[in-house]
Each structure stands twice: as structure tokens, then as C-alpha cells.
């Protein structure tokens, strides 16, 4: 497992615990409610990152999407 799928399966334990209500210590930070749209951010470029490391992509570029 790489270290973007260990980093990953953590933010979703983070974020689980926060919508379970509760705060969640990763190293020295402390996450709460207020931090779930930060969890959310990271959860969502970890993913990006393992499907890439999955799809044997090494790219470290994104495509900015400005339509919205």
C-alpha cells in the first residue's frame, strides 16, 4: 500500500469521526467539526492521487476545471 492510500484510509477514519461528532487527533492537530471541509479537501486529493498511483499515472499535474 503507498503512502497516499495509508494518508488516505486516515482522513476517512477523520472524517468519520467528525461527522460522528467527536474531534480527531492526527500528530499534534486536533480536528473538529469546524475542520470537516478541510478533511474533505485532503480526502478528495488523496483519492485523486491513489487513482492515479492505481492507473500507473506518475503525473503530478491537474487540470483546473473554472467553469463554476
Same mark, same amino acid.
Given at each position: 500500500?503507498?503512502?497516499?492510500?495509508?494518508?488516505?484510509?486516515?482522513?476517512?477514519?477523520?472524517e468519520?469521526?467528525?461527522?460522528?461528532?467527536?474531534?480527531?487527533?492526527? @500528530?499534534?492537530?486536533?480536528?473538529?467539526?469546524?475542520?470537516?471541509?478541510?478533511?474533505?479537501?485532503?480526502? /478528495?486529493?488523496?483519492?485523486?492521487?491513489?487513482? @492515479?498511483?492505481?492507473? @500507473?499515472?506518475?503525473?503530478?499535474?491537474?487540470? /483546473?476545471?473554472?467553469?463554476s
Open positions: 500500500m503507498s503512502t497516499a492510500s495509508d494518508l488516505l484510509a486516515k482522513y476517512i477514519a477523520a468519520m469521526a467528525i461527522l460522528d461528532g467527536q474531534s480527531f487527533r492526527m @500528530g499534534e492537530r486536533i480536528l473538529t467539526m469546524a475542520d470537516l471541509d478541510v478533511v474533505r479537501r485532503e480526502r /478528495a486529493s488523496l483519492e485523486r492521487r491513489v487513482q @492515479g498511483e492505481t492507473n @500507473g499515472s506518475s503525473a503530478r499535474y491537474q487540470v /483546473a476545471d473554472f467553469s
